[in-house]
């Protein structure tokens, strides 16, 4: 009997979702997940996971005291909804589930290492290994120069808002364990600074992790490389072999319905024979790069906007129900 596209990727790939959905989990069974504010901040708008979100303000009232206003509150909710949805999460996969920074900390390193920790404390004391769970930071050098601190005390990051083949080296010289490159956002860049579309191993997007899983391969890096933010299934069949690759459920869902051969299109042999030059990135080369790449340079700023308004989104939700919330609930006698 033929195997269908998602089977046959499992045997070269870990298959990872891209969703804050519980029951799209529990349906499409991904060995690990991730999650970013956009993402939580859809899960939190549905009506099933109501309870976890009015525990998670409840309890950050309880911490933060009456003084406190709703934003106040709703700051540290957002944080603890992510460990909620990322404990519940590990409930259903056995792998690992990532849990995001926030975003508007990206260019500062010593607050994103404070508030690393502070997730990973959260997961500690609810018994989770630290082999379960992954800290998302985006892939700024302030970004990955917390990750190698972190890395450091043995706790695990997945840099994302990854565009650049020079924030990937700097990612795996830190000793990242992770990278996330956005395919299907370089491929939004190019269609719109070329006017053009691209297909299969022609898409910008497919080209640029192709060329970062081989470097890595190449040079014996540890660093997994997992593919992230795909527009169509024909880039993740060309990125067949890649270590993981994080995919929305829809296109879970169609992967899942296709039945077509799927041969390998990354191997770590092949890259092992291919002539890279290898390359030392210290901050002026990662500055001086970063400028010469547009792409990588209007995403990455782009990116990190976009995470930095779905978080104020999910802060003013998060506050609007805690005052519904407080409404409800009888003042003290």
Known sequence: ???????????????????????????????????????????AQMPQYQPIVDEVLKSARDEKGESATDTEVANLA??????????????????????????????????????ARSIIAQYDEAG???????????????????????EKEGIHCNLTLLFGVHQAIACAEAGVTLISPFVGRILDWYKKDTGKDFHGADDPGVQSVTKIYNYYKKFGYKTQVMGASFRNIG??????????????????????????PLPRKLDPEAAKSLDIEKISIDKETFEKMHAADRMAHDKLKEGIEGFSAALVKLETLLANRLAELESRTPAAV
């Open 128 to 150: 989770i290994g630290r082999d379960h769970v992954l800290i998302k930071i985006a892939s700024t050098w302030e970004g990955i120069r917390a990750a190698e601190v972190l």
């Open 78 to 115: 957002f944080q603890r909804l992510a460990v909620a949805f990322g404990k519940k999460i590990l409930k259903i996969v056995p792998g690992r589930v990532s849990t995001e920074v926030d975003a508007r900390l990206s260019w500062d390193t010593e607050k994103t290492i404070a508030l």
């Open 235 to 260: 880039e993740i069949t060309e990125l067949a072999g890649s270590d993981l690759l994080t995919i929305s459920p829809n296109l879970l869902a169609e992967l899942e319905k296709t039945e077509a």
């Open 1 to 43: 009997m033929p195997q269908n596209l998602l089977e046959q990727l499992r045997q070269y790939t870990v298959v990872v979702a891209d969703t804050g959905d519980i029951q799209a989990m529990e349906q499409f069974k991904p060995t690990d997940a991730t999650t970013n504010p956009s993402l939580i901040t859809a899960a």
